[in-house]
């Protein structure tokens, strides 16, 4: 079953991925429980800053996702007819404690909701991080998106992002966008991906891939402890693929690498008042892509993308941002445009 929608032309962007119910623990002693999120929505949202048009969301979620957050991501103009809704009760859930805000841990929500004597939610006592069943290369679980998730109206879209879900997603998705003729394809692998033993199946997952995104410490695990220059690891995973490589540092900002040229651009966050980081990567790709489509610049494409983020940080659930003024994106995007640095 798929949620109906108002929009039927094709969306000029979708984005593929996982929609969560995130529960997250602060370095100030806050909690959040069950607030809308997940990749696939921080990313959509961080496109829809910029643009009217509705981006087109590729998810699968279970019977017990709310009926009530489809209806509010298609009331905030986001696409929802590639929103599936699997008669099943599925894992929806993400665990997120912060200790510092640039240190996340996303397993045993029990032991952390205890250090801090709240009592851990339901919804998590038998909580297993996404990550683990993502890396899987075997199986291909109940969650995990198809190509048949698809909607027809979606396989004309100019550009996609493929956000971090399940390994075989990732392959199949992939595979069928490129034969649909799609013009620009962007991929991050799940976390679970970046250990050395997995190099050869994220080779093939950036096989036919044009845009590729990573946090600069997951993708440093992915190599052995003596490759260090990070140029070396982006020229290697360039000739894997992707010719435009993106590289998240921490809460600071993104290294941008053009492998034709081989041109290296730093572009900083804008400053924010940090008060969720957890969709800050997929926030950006979303930026970014939005402004790939119009542009091809990956320069000038980073600095929205780098916008998008700051308004993504500055509050919780992944439509936060579309609730912001207007004006603010562009106030932000301006500024930006003297502090990025080569």
Same mark, same amino acid.
């Given at each position: 079953?798929?949620?109906?929608?108002?929009?039927?032309?094709? *969306?000029?962007?979708?984005?593929?991925?996982?929609?969560?119910?995130?529960?997250?623990?602060? *370095?100030?002693?806050?909690?959040?429980?069950?607030?809308?999120?997940?990749?696939?929505?921080?990313?959509?949202?961080?496109?829809?800053?910029?643009?009217?048009?509705? *981006?087109?969301?590729?998810?699968?979620?279970?019977?017990?996702?709310?009926?009530?957050?489809?209806?509010?991501?298609?009331?905030?103009?986001?696409? #929802?007819?590639?929103?599936?809704?699997?008669?099943?009760?599925?894992?929806?859930?993400?665990?997120?404690?912060?200790?510092?805000?640039?240190?996340?841990?996303?397993?045993? *929500?029990?032991? !952390?909701?205890?250090?801090?004597?709240?009592?851990?939610?339901?919804?998590?006592?038998?909580?297993?991080?996404?990550?683990?069943?993502?890396?899987?290369?075997?199986?291909?679980?109940?969650?995990?998106?198809?190509?048949?998730?698809?909607?027809?109206?979606?396989?004309?879209?100019?550009?996609?992002?493929?956000?971090?879900?399940?390994?075989?997603?990732?392959?199949?998705?992939?595979?069928?966008?490129?034969? !649909?003729?799609?013009?620009?394809?962007?991929?991050?692998?799940?976390?679970?991906?970046?250990?050395?033993?997995?190099?050869?199946?994220?080779?093939?997952?950036?096989?036919?891939?044009?845009?590729?995104?990573?946090?600069?410490?997951?993708?440093?695990?992915?190599?052995?402890?003596?490759?260090?220059?990070?140029?070396?690891?982006? &020229?290697?995973?360039?000739?894997?693929?992707?010719?435009?490589?993106?590289?998240?540092?921490?809460?600071?900002?993104?290294?941008?690498? &053009?492998?034709?040229?081989?041109?290296?651009?730093?572009?900083?966050?804008?400053?924010?008042?940090?008060?969720?980081?957890?969709?800050?990567?997929?926030?950006?790709?979303?930026?970014?892509?939005?402004?790939?489509?119009? #542009?091809?610049?990956?320069?000038?494409?980073?600095? !929205?993308?780098?916008?998008?983020?700051?308004?993504?940080?500055?509050?919780?659930?992944?439509?936060?941002?579309?609730?912001?003024?207007?004006?603010?994106?562009?106030?932000?995007?301006?500024?930006?445009?003297?502090?990025?640095?080569?």
């Amino acid at each position: 079953m798929t949620p109906n929608s108002a929009p039927e032309k094709t *969306p000029e962007m979708i984005f593929a991925g996982p929609l969560r119910m995130e529960y997250f623990l602060t *370095p100030d002693g806050k909690e959040y429980s069950h607030l809308l999120g997940g990749p696939c929505l921080y990313a959509g949202a961080g496109a829809k800053i910029w643009s009217p048009d509705p *981006p087109g969301l590729v998810s699968r979620v279970g019977e017990n996702f709310p009926e009530d957050c489809v209806r509010l991501i298609r009331a905030k103009g986001l696409d #929802t007819r590639g929103i599936r809704i699997i008669p099943n009760k599925l894992p929806i859930e993400g665990f997120y404690c912060y200790e510092q805000w640039d240190q996340c841990i996303d397993w045993d *929500p029990i032991k !952390y909701y205890a250090r801090r004597n709240i009592p851990c939610p339901p919804e998590l006592l038998d909580y297993s991080p996404p990550s683990i069943s993502e890396s899987q290369t075997s199986s291909f679980p109940e969650i995990a998106i198809r190509s048949e998730d698809i909607p027809k109206a979606f396989r004309q879209a100019r550009t996609v992002y493929i956000a971090p879900c399940h390994y075989l997603s990732q392959i199949t998705l992939s595979v069928a966008l490129r034969q !649909y003729g799609l013009g620009t394809i962007c991929l991050s692998p799940s976390k679970g991906m970046y250990v050395p033993a997995s190099l050869p199946q994220v080779g093939q997952l950036l096989h036919g891939i044009d845009i590729f995104f990573a946090e600069e410490e997951n993708l440093r695990k992915l190599f052995p402890a003596t490759v260090r220059d990070i140029l070396e690891i982006m &020229d290697f995973i360039a000739r894997l693929g992707p010719k435009i490589i993106l590289l998240q540092k921490e809460l600071q900002g993104v290294t941008v690498y &053009d492998s034709d040229s081989k041109r290296m651009h730093f572009s900083p966050f804008y400053p924010a008042e940090i008060k969720n980081p957890i969709g800050v990567g997929d926030s950006f790709c979303g930026g970014f892509l939005e402004a790939w489509h119009r #542009t091809y610049d990956p320069v000038e494409s980073a600095l !929205y993308g780098c916008v998008s983020a700051s308004l993504a940080v500055e509050g919780v659930g992944g439509l936060y941002a579309l609730d912001r003024n207007p004006g603010l994106a562009k106030a932000r995007l301006f500024s930006l445009r003297g502090s990025s640095s080569v």
